[in-house]
T-cell receptor, first 111, second 114 residues
Framework: RKEVEQDPGPFNVPEGATVAFNCTYSNSASQSFFWYRQDCRKEPKLLMSVYSSGNEDGRFTAQLNRASQYISLLIRDSKLSDSATYLCVVKGNTGGFKTIFGAGTRLFVKA | GAGVSQSPSNKVTEKGKDVELRCDPISGHTALYWYRQSLGQGLEFLIYFQGNSAPDKSGLPSDRFSAERTGGSVSTLTIQRTQQEDSAVYLC????????????FGPGTRLTVT
């Protein structure tokens, strides 16, 4: 079993749609959680951190469920520019700082 | 300010040759990571440096892979006796001590082993 698992997609949605991605992690001792975005042939960039109480940044909402060991990302009112791969990232405290990236979920937003 | 830079941007090498990939992190960032990403795959953690601490090498796939970080800044990833399965994009990232959760990535080096 992979340490971080994501549905690879692709998710094809029309503009304005709401779309949700889930990610599960296997290490219950994981400490920190993030969503990164990676555009085609570009480097990943931090989208948002995921806090235990859930957090929102504009059209993006992230949730963490420690009991079930999953993280979610909700995108409301999808834009064409949201088309990208969304990477779930889990950071543990074993050995300090090992960071595990999921393989990513591809999103295509169409006009 | 300048971001993370990597060189070369592309490298084509013959199987069995050694290659060196370079990463210049953001000035003042104490943490430096190396990852590799194969086509259509996620990022695979390779190695992590933090200040003067011993690096976390737990992700290096074999003893053909090694990395150094000199003077707490520039890092070099060396792959000896390259194999075709080493073909991938090698990404470097750095982060600051007070915002260690945010990694800034370089553009990567695309390595092709023929």
């Amino acid at each position: 079993r992979k340490e971080v698992e994501q549905d690879p997609g692709p998710f094809n949605v029309p503009e304005g749609a709401t779309v949700a991605f889930n990610c599960t992690y296997s290490n219950s001792a994981s400490q920190s959680f993030f969503w990164y975005r990676q555009d085609c042939r570009k480097e990943p960039k931090l989208l948002m951190s995921v806090y235990s109480s859930g957090n929102e940044d504009g059209r993006f909402t992230a949730q963490l469920n420690r009991a079930s060991q999953y993280i979610s990302l909700l995108i409301r009112d999808s834009k064409l520019s949201d088309s990208a791969t969304y990477l779930c990232v889990v950071k543990g405290n074993t050995g300090g700082f090992k960071t595990i990236f999921g393989a990513g979920t591809r999103l295509f937003v169409k006009a | 300010g300048a971001g993370v830079s990597q060189s070369p941007s592309n490298k084509v090498t013959e199987k069995g040759k050694d290659v060196e990939l370079r990463c210049d992190p953001i000035s003042g960032h104490t943490a430096l990571y190396w990852y590799r990403q194969s086509l259509g795959q996620g990022l695979e953690f390779l190695i992590y440096f933090q200040g003067n601490s011993a690096p976390d090498k737990s992700g290096l796939p074999s003893d053909r892979f090694s990395a150094e970080r000199t003077g707490g800044s520039v890092s070099t990833l060396t792959i000896q006796r390259t194999q075709q399965e080493d073909s991938a994009v090698y990404l470097c990232a750095s982060s600051s001590r007070d915002r260690s959760y945010e990694q800034y990535f370089g553009p990567g080096t695309r390595l092709t082993v023929t």
